[in-house]
Structures are given as structure tokens and as C-alpha cells.
């Protein structure tokens, strides 16, 4: 660089300059989906939280669908065929607003959809993918069970033939979307070995009890899924996946998305810490003028900033067919950690007013605890990791 050469100015909210790996398409979903969230959820999501309901959500998912949000990343059936990081993006923004929103898209993207569109059939893509690209159909995910969550392949979900059909009994916990979804995409044990099913939510033996008295999650939809004898046509199972690697595959593109999304929650908490510090005055002085203040400031901006990095990092190779599912672990391990690290460090600036749901850095602090232990708890990805490092299965 030459003497003369002028330097950028510092910006405090990119201190990194990370924009400048972002293509304009990039910046675009960006700000589509920040002034959807800014119009569309965060007037409202305080309310929704205090009182633990989205209400409306059907038509927020036919919304989302408008602006391309559902099923982002995959090709055709009137999906949006976005890149990895514009996902990502997309996430983090969604996020920002809610943790509960950004699973809203998650479920039905990267996990329900993805599902249909990887491992179903030609029919079973045309009749379901366009509806629920477009919200006009929800969909959820059974995996987890109530005595089985990070030991899916112990499952007790059972399906099995009866002449050309197929018959499910069983029960899943804590799913999102399931009392509002038109579609379920359920995983049994089967005599085959493990299996997807595509099920409407419609069918005869079909439940999806709402739960309720949620600390966490409040603006989002929790339910179990209850199968009692449901007959399904032979069809109706996913036919290109059978084993957990069908599901797991899933859960990895799903992680994916919870590693941009943690830092969209992180700096909404970051972001109320620094204007309360800067308007909030103890001893004659605003309290970002103290030392003990700015050094908050300064390791939340460090962690938030090198986790955004991160994650862009993990989208790029993504996006170029690299991505392995131990760097998902990682990122997933270390941005939803340190997420909640920084809620709790800006919980302590506001003071008692952190707790507030004027400010949004209790609210998110709670959700970050669900996103924590969901796709995988930290116990897992610290054993995922540690497999890949030492060559040693410390799972058995």
C-alpha cells in the first residue's frame, strides 16, 4: 500500500470488513430478510414470547416463501437455488429477530425439505417441495423420541408391512412445527433397517399435541407427533435413504444453519449492550465510558465477529462441495457457546434492566439454551471432534 493510500474507515458494526467477502446477491437476501424480520417480527415477538404463542404462523410461513426463505439453498421445485453463505445469512437475520423464527425455516428447509428433495421420490418431490417452498405447506421433522435424543439409532418408532402398506406406531418429542405442519417426514426401525416416511398430517392415527410450559422456544410452535397405527401406502417411504445416515445428513445441513444463526442472536444482544452503554450514565458518565464496560464490549465484538467469520468460511465450502460434517460439530460447537456466552456478558451492562423484555437480550439468552442442546448437544460435537482428532470412538 502506498503512502498515500487511504485506509477505510473503522466501522464498529464490521470491525472485520467480513462485507467485503460478500457479493451484492449476498448483500441482497441480507437485506431482504432484515427488513422482513424488522416489519414482520420484531414489533411483535416480545408479545408472542410473554405470552408463548406464534400467532399467524401460516401466514408468516407463506411470507417467508414469498421472499425465497424456504428451502433456500436446494434446486428446483420452486426453490430459490441460493448459496450456502446466502442461507446463512438469511439465518442469522432470522435469528436476530428470533431464535424461534429461524427454526421455523430450519425445520422446514433443512430438515423437512431437504429430506424430500435428497432422498424422495420424483412424485413425492412434485407433490409436496412447490407447496412448501412457497409456505403454503409446513412441515416437520420426527427424529427425536422421548427416551431417545442423542441415541437416535435406539429409536422405538416401528414401521411395518402389511400387504402393500405400511403401518407406524410410535411417538416424537419436542418437534418443531408439529401441530401446524401439513406434512411430517417421521423416521423408523424397520425390518430393512431405518427408514424415512413422508406422512400427512391428515392421516388416521395422526397427532401432534401441542407442548406447553416452554422457558425456551416460547415464540415457536413444540409438539410431539403420535402415531397410532398409521397406515401409509408403500410410496410414502423415502426411497433413496435407508440406515441413520438418511436423518444425520439432514441434522448436518440443518447444524449448518444454527452456526450462522447463534451469531444473528449474539448480535442483537451485542448490538442493546453498546447503545445502553452508550445512553445509560452511573456517576456522571455514560457506563461505556468505564473500563470495566468497554472491555465487555470489546471480548463480545472478538467472539461475535470471529464466529460471523467462521461461519462464512464454513458457507464458502459448503458451497464448494468441501464441507465435512466434523466442521458443521465445530462450528456449531463454538458459535452457539459463545453466543450465549455474549447474551450473558450484555445481560450484566444492562443490569437489572436485562431481564426486561424491553430488551431483547433475555429472551435471546433462554432460546440460545434450546439451540444448544438441539442437533446435536455440545456432549456430542466435543465427541465428534474428539473422534476426528484422535481416531478414537469415545461413542461406544
Not at 412448501?132 to 431417545?148: K, N, R, S, W
Not at 442483537?268 to 472491555?295: H, M, N, W
Amino acid at each position: 500500500m502506498s503512502a498515500s493510500a487511504k485506509l477505510p474507515p473503522f466501522d464498529p458494526a464490521d470491525p472485520l470488513g467480513v462485507d467485503d467477502l460478500l457479493e451484492p446477491e449476498d448483500l441482497a437476501v441480507r437485506d431482504t430478510v432484515r427488513a422482513w424480520a424488522a416489519d414482520r417480527v420484531l414489533p411483535y415477538v416480545a408479545d408472542w414470547y410473554e405470552k408463548g404463542e406464534l400467532p399467524g404462523i401460516r401466514e408468516l410461513a407463506r411470507e417467508l416463501g414469498g421472499i425465497g426463505a424456504l428451502g433456500m439453498s436446494l434446486d428446483g421445485y420452486g426453490c430459490a437455488g441460493a448459496s450456502a453463505v446466502q442461507y446463512g445469512l438469511a439465518c442469522l437475520e432470522l435469528e436476530a429477530a428470533d431464535s424461534g423464527i429461524r427454526s421455523l425455516v430450519s425445520v422446514q428447509g433443512s430438515l423437512a425439505m431437504y429430506a424430500v428433495h435428497r432422498f424422495g421420490s420424483e412424485e413425492q418431490k412434485q407433490r409436496w417441495l412447490p407447496r412448501m417452498a412457497a409456505g403454503e405447506v409446513i412441515g416437520c421433522f420426527g427424529l427425536t423420541e422421548p427416551d431417545h435424543g442423542s441415541d437416535p439409532a435406539s429409536m422405538r418408532t416401528y414401521a411395518k408391512r402389511d400387504g402393500g402398506d405400511w403401518v407406524l406406531n410410535g411417538r416424537k418429542m419436542w418437534i418443531t412445527n408439529g401441530s401446524v405442519a401439513g406434512v411430517a417426514v417421521v423416521w423408523a426401525r424397520t425390518d430393512e433397517g431405518i427408514r424415512g416416511f413422508v406422512v400427512p398430517t391428515d392421516s388416521a392415527g395422526f397427532s401432534a399435541p401441542e407442548i406447553r410450559h416452554k422457558w425456551s422456544l416460547r415464540a415457536s410452535v413444540t409438539s410431539e407427533l403420535v402415531l397410532d397405527d398409521v397406515r401409509l401406502p408403500a410410496d410414502a417411504v423415502l426411497p433413496e435413504a435407508t440406515g441413520l445416515k438418511g436423518p444425520l445428513s439432514c441434522l448436518s445441513h440443518a447444524r449448518y444453519g444454527i452456526v450462522w444463526g447463534a451469531m444473528g442472536a449474539a448480535r442483537s444482544c451485542f448490538e442493546a449492550a453498546v447503545d445502553y452503554a452508550k445512553s445509560r450514565e452511573q456517576f456522571g458518565r455514560p457506563i461505556g465510558g468505564f473500563q470495566l464496560t468497554q472491555a465487555k464490549l470489546a471480548d463480545m465484538a472478538v467472539e461475535l465477529h470471529k464466529g460471523i467469520l467462521l461461519a462464512h468460511h464454513l458457507g464458502r465450502r459448503m458451497d464448494a462441495g468441501r464441507l465435512r460434517p466434523e466442521q458443521v460439530s465445530f462450528g456449531k460447537l463454538n458459535n452457539v457457546r459463545e453466543a450465549i456466552d455474549i447474551c450473558r456478558t450484555a445481560r450484566t451492562v444492562l443490569g437489572a434492566n436485562g431481564i426486561s423484555l424491553a430488551y431483547p437480550v433475555m429472551r435471546h439468552a433462554t432460546n440460545l439454551e434450546s439451540v444448544l442442546t438441539y442437533e446435536g448437544t455440545v456432549e456430542m460435537h466435543q465427541l465428534v471432534l474428539g473422534k476426528a482428532l484422535t481416531g478414537i470412538d469415545a461413542f461406544r
